[in-house]
């Protein structure tokens, strides 16, 4: 009988004598079609972004697990959990151009890893490592868990806390290299002020934009940033990632957005041979404190462990398409930047950043007229697309630029721009999806949308 930990294909020995998996063909449209049927085919799902997916064949990979705990929970515990999330470990270590798999952590998500290295570095802080009022960067679109992380943490400890005002639209990744250097020299206050930690995101959340992060890092390194932590959430699967070209300290990303595994499991990269690794503590203390920041996440009390053993069989289903998981998000990139400039198009408008700056993301500026001027706005409009057009796409609300005197971009109108949508391309979706998008964005302006009809204070507008 097969357990979870036993491949599910037929195996053949390699040249080592190690069961490997037998090569499966190219998978087709009808087999992606079908590894995803769970999605609701009524609505057009165009924000893999935020909460992912999960292929059919990867759920029943977790579903074995489920029921082989559920088995035996004693045999379970003592000898497959741990053998399995090594093999996860192993597998992330390879995705990423990690030295090893000991430098490897799993963890729910990135808000646990940005937890982990907060609560150290304010532990540096409170136990005299670091000086009061020295300072803690971050970019002014960090996410806002991570954000409110540093907060409650590190600025809570003593520090002094910078943001790095990107520009949006962003032009180049020249500009955001420039609004990065100048706020460190900031966060430096002539050199009167170390900066202790620098917090760089890979790709950032919304508005999503891919960040030139290698160089940012390296600026970090010269100009004597003792820690920088990459927040990744996004990265893996959507470019190409290699933790020891990024030259981070920390470096987390999600596996569950783009790498095709269930909620919830990301890692946590740290080199081995960094002394602040044995320094590193889950939040939350177990049996295992102690030992090691891998094993202390591998065990954090009873609970469903499943979407972190099955990393190897998402590998295997990234391996079924041409080009593996590069190729993958290589045809994404492509794809969604067509959909995003026939989105422009059609409604008079233009990308939030230049192509390369895009993973399989992209943000588009929606009409000037519909007078976005709030986050609640922004909510608001997502909602009737939710609702009324059955479309799920993610809205942002610009309310600055770099230079605030800078008047905001307008569309083809001469309507000030001030709200965007965030799409996704992943391998499930078809160019239908985004035309749904297009054409109730385009029934909306038809129609005379505007958000100060939705205001709780004005007339709700039927239509």
Sequence with gaps: MASAATPCVDAAENGAGTTVP????????????????????????????????????????????????????????????????????????AAVGAGDPSEVSLVDN?????????????WSFAEGDFARGDAVLMLHYTYSAVKKSIHAYVARAGASVVE????????????????????????????RRRVRLAVIDHIT????????????????????????????????????????????DFYASNLHKWFFCPSAVAFLHIRKDDPVAAQLHHPVVSSEYGNGLPMESAWIGVRDYSAQLVVPDAV?????????????????????????????????????????????????????????????DAMRVRTVLRDDYKVEVPIFHNSRRADEEQVMDKDANGDQVTGYVRISHQVYNVR?????LRDAVNKLVLDGFSCSNLRPSEKVLCH
């Design 22 to 93: 037998a090569k499966q063909p190219p998978i087709t449209d009808a087999e992606i079609r079908a590894e995803f049927a769970h999605h609701d085919r009524a609505v057009a799902r165009v924000n893999n972004g935020t909460f992912g997916c999960c292929p059919a064949s990867v759920l029943a990979a977790r579903a074995r697990w489920q029921r082989l705990f559920l088995s035996q929970p004693d045999a379970f515990y003592f000898h497959s959990l741990q053998p399995g999330l090594a093999r996860s470990r192993a597998a992330v270590a």
């Design 110 to 122: 990135v808000t646990t890893a940005a937890a982990i290295v907060m609560q150290h570095v304010a």
């Design 164 to 191: 790095v005002p990107l520009p949006f639209p962003v032009a180049s990744p020249a500009a955001v290299v420039a609004a990065f250097r100048a706020a460190l020299a900031r966060a430096r206050d002539g050199g």
């Design 205 to 248: 959340s919304m508005p999503s934009v891919l960040v030139p992060v290698a160089e940012l890092v390296a600026i970090c390194r010269a100009e004597g940033v003792d820690k920088v932590f990459v927040d990744a959430a996004h990265a893996i699967g959507q470019v190409r990632v290699d933790v020891r070209d990024v030259g981070a």
């Design 316 to 376: 295997d289903f990234m391996t079924r398409f041409e080009g593996g998981i590069e190729g993958i998000s290589a045809r994404n990139h492509d794809k969604v930047v067509e959909m995003a400039l026939m989105l422009a198009e059609a409604w008079g408008t233009f990308l939030g950043s230049p192509p390369e700056m895009c993973g399989s993301m992209a943000m588009v500026g929606l009409p000037g007229c519909f007078g976005i001027e709030s986050d609640d």
């Design 432 to 436: 239908e999806e985004f035309e749904v």
